[in-house]
């Protein structure tokens, strides 16, 4: 069998490799330095196992879809100070479309709010937002500010090249919305709570959900917890295949148990879900 490769330009040049016996022979092949290369306007791919070829045209545009375009380099870390905005605004973009001036810039600005002055929680929990930033590596940042410097929770230092938030989650160990224990219903520990997975509509598909909740069950072993859970919205079944994907699964709520469930509209219903770490 040959293959025959076909480069058109001014100065055609064409490649022919015998697979009928080994080593393959390379004929017409003539050295040319890499300044001379004449530009390609189309590339031809020929097979053939008879004089009679059998061929097919695959055209530059067709080859460079055969090659996706690669992403930017996505860096997942904890939120800062700088951040705030861009987090307000991809939660209230993903979580509430359909609002529009002023109603989704008063979302955000309480959103905004929220995260600034609001992160205060019980003695001994933890809760930290983390952030999928784009065009942006962490080893090339440069920082201004002290590490010991936080509002909110939230880290204070900034960064004069910290890149585009596209994707959000919490994740705290408060353990507001799990089922509490006891006759005093205490909270329960050990178990780390994942809300707000929210990722830009044009960063979707990109696996930055995926690398969010990995963060996020890195951080709550670093906390000593031997297990996360979320809830997750029945009627997105893409979530809820995504988080089993990613080894969660549904947890059975007991006739009758009045466990607490985020708090959203009442014709809402949840799934849910807790894997072990």
Known sequence: MQMMISLGGPSSMTTVVNCSSLPLRIKNLKHQSFSSVPKISHCEIGFSSSPSYMSGVCRASQVAEIFPTVSPEIVVREARIEDCWEVAETHCSCFFPEYSFPLDFVLRMDRLVGMLFGFSIPKGCKRTCLVAVTGSSGEDSFYVGSDNFKIG??????????????????????????????PLRQRRTGIAYVSNVAVREMFRRKGIAKRLIAKAEAKA??????????????????????????????IKVPEGANWPQPRTSADVQFNFMMKLL
Do not use: E
């Not at 929770?153 to 507001?176: C, E, M, R, W």
């Not at 859970?229 to 089993?244: E, I, R, S």
């Open 221 to 250: 072993k670093t906390w000593g917890c031997r297990a996360i859970a979320l809830h997750c919205d029945l009627n997105n079944p893409g979530a809820t295949k995504l988080y089993m994907s990613q080894g969660f699964r549904c």
């Open 153 to 182: 929770g939230l880290d204070g230092k900034f960064s004069l090249n910290k890149g585009y938030v596209a994707g959000i989650l919490t994740v705290d160990t408060v353990a507001d919305f799990l089922p509490r224990k006891g």
